[in-house]
Nanobody, 115 residues
Framework: QVQLVESGGGLVQAGGSLRLSCAASGSTFSITTMAWYRQGPGKQRELVAAITSVGSKNYADSVKGRFTISRDNAKNTVYLQMNSLKPEDTAVYYC?????????WGQGTQVTVSS
């Protein structure tokens, strides 16, 4: 099993920045992709950004140029730097870690962007 703990959410004004962190513990060997998803009010959960074990990244179109995902494999931690935040970025942000045949989720952290 893999446990994921997110931190760094909060309330920020539009145009501001936040940095989310997600620390993995437990059976972390062979984790491949780590990712951030979000679920806004009344919306489905969507992929925000993902990074593979060798550093390949992909982003949702809505966050390209504003968000940056990074990963510290030695610390089993993935980060999401969020800049130029918009009210539509308001959501619960979830960390996800994948192994072949398994997927793990954190409990989520709330990000609220005020206009």
């Amino acid at each position: 099993q893999v446990q994921l703990v997110e931190s760094g959410g909060g309330l920020v004004q539009a145009g501001g920045s936040l940095r989310l962190s997600c620390a993995a513990s437990g059976s972390t060997f062979s984790i491949t992709t780590m990712a951030w998803y979000r679920q806004g009010p009344g919306k489905q959960r969507e992929l925000v950004a993902a990074i593979t074990s060798v550093g390949s990244k992909n982003y949702a179109d809505s966050v390209k140029g504003r968000f940056t995902i990074s990963r510290d494999n030695a610390k089993n931690t993935v980060y999401l730097q969020m800049n130029s935040l918009k009210p539509e970025d308001t959501a619960v942000y979830y960390c996800n870690a994948r192994k072949i045949g398994s997927s793990y989720w954190g409990q989520g952290t709330q990000v609220t962007v005020s206009s």
